[in-house]
């Protein structure tokens, strides 16, 4: 079975620019989070999509917006791009969005803000 | 707010000895998960252990265990019989129970090397 698949791998962008970031969660998996690591640093939580509704937010600006879609795919979306955005952009899937489900991590993408 | 602190940002092991890793947590719930994960190159985070805190037992996956002190909010991660491809960074993490939630608070994470 296919796990997580975000894309693309790697990703190149200048301040002030758009990017959208995509991931396909493990068949099966309803739930879909978000997570931003920072060279040097653990990740830090974004989102959390369950259903297609946002059932979790971390501390990040409103930049920062996802979306999930009928067949449980997400979005993540960052306006206006800094060069503290650079980071790995992990995705990960779940089972249930309340359970004690384990969550599976893709292998992220790469974002370079210059 | 949990924060989760590993002090150690490097550790080395000779192949086949035994390795600690450290962490610490800071809460005020009484119900959560604790979790190690390893972060190969590929970047690609892999659960190596998880830990429910109502659970006294110290949970054991193969060659990797946990000593869980609840009371010193400690979780360390004993790698036992260290092979190459344990080489990686080693992630502790957080997750509540009672905000519903299942959002992962991280450590700073541990590298590892595995010297032959």
């Known amino acids: 079975d296919a796990g997580v698949t975000q894309s693309p791998t790697h990703l190149i962008k200048t301040r002030g620019q758009h990017v959208t970031l995509r991931c396909s969660p493990i068949?099966?998996?309803?739930?879909v989070s978000w997570y931003q690591q920072v060279l040097g640093q653990g990740p830090q939580f974004i989102f959390q999509y369950y259903e297609k509704e946002e059932r979790g937010r971390g501390n990040f600006p409103d930049r920062f917006s996802a979306r999930q879609f009928p067949n449980y795919s997400s979005e993540l979306n960052v306006n206006a791009l800094l060069l503290g955005d650079s980071a790995l952009y992990l995705c990960?899937?779940?089972?249930?969005?309340?359970?004690?489900?384990?969550?599976?991590f893709g292998n992220g993408t790469r974002l370079t803000v210059t | 707010a949990q924060t989760v602190t590993q002090s150690q940002p490097e550790m080395s092991v000779q192949e086949a000895e035994t390795v600690t890793l450290s962490c610490t947590y800071d809460t005020s719930e009484s119900d959560y998960y604790l979790f190690w994960y390893k972060q190969p190159p590929s970047r690609q985070m892999i659960l190596v252990i998880r830990?429910?805190?109502?659970?006294?037992q110290n949970a054991t996956e193969n060659r990797f265990s946990v000593n869980f002190q609840k009371a010193a909010k400690s979780f360390s991660l004993k790698i036992s019989d260290s092979q190459l491809g344990d080489a990686a960074m080693y992630f502790c993490a957080y997750r509540s129970k009672e905000t519903g939630a299942n959002n992962l608070f991280f450590g700073t994470g541990t590298r590892l090397t595995v010297i032959p």
């Open positions: 830990q429910e805190a109502y659970k006294q």
């Open positions: 990960a899937s779940s089972l249930g969005g309340f359970d004690n489900s384990p969550l599976h």
């Open positions: 068949s099966g998996h309803k739930s």
